[in-house]
């Protein structure tokens, strides 16, 4: 049983004026059996004009603060761990 799965989707092609514009996520589903969860998260969108794609990428400022809130919890925790330790 495949309990875990990462990938990358595209989302339907949108036209605006004379450009065509792709969303990109990543998808993180986790099975186990009598449930499981599903995490979408936002990466990239690309960018059709005239046969050149660009990609612009999605930073998610509220994602990337609370990966800094919880690396510091864990970093303060560790060092107090430690500190009481010796």
């Not at 495949?2 to 990543?26: H, K, Q």
């Not at 986790?30 to 995490?39: D, I, Q």
């Not at 050149?52 to 919880?70: F, K, N, P, S």
């Amino acid at each position: 049983m495949n309990w875990l799965s990462i990938r990358r989707v595209r989302g339907t092609p949108t036209v605006v004026d004379f450009y065509t514009l792709v969303p990109e996520s990543v998808v993180v589903q986790v099975r186990w059996p009598y449930g499981g969860g599903v995490l979408n998260v936002p990466w990239a969108l690309h960018i059709t004009h005239r046969g050149h794609t660009r990609r612009l990428w999605i930073v998610d400022a509220t994602r990337l603060a609370q990966l800094v809130l919880w690396s510091t919890v864990a970093a303060v925790g560790l060092l107090a761990w430690r500190c009481s330790r010796r």
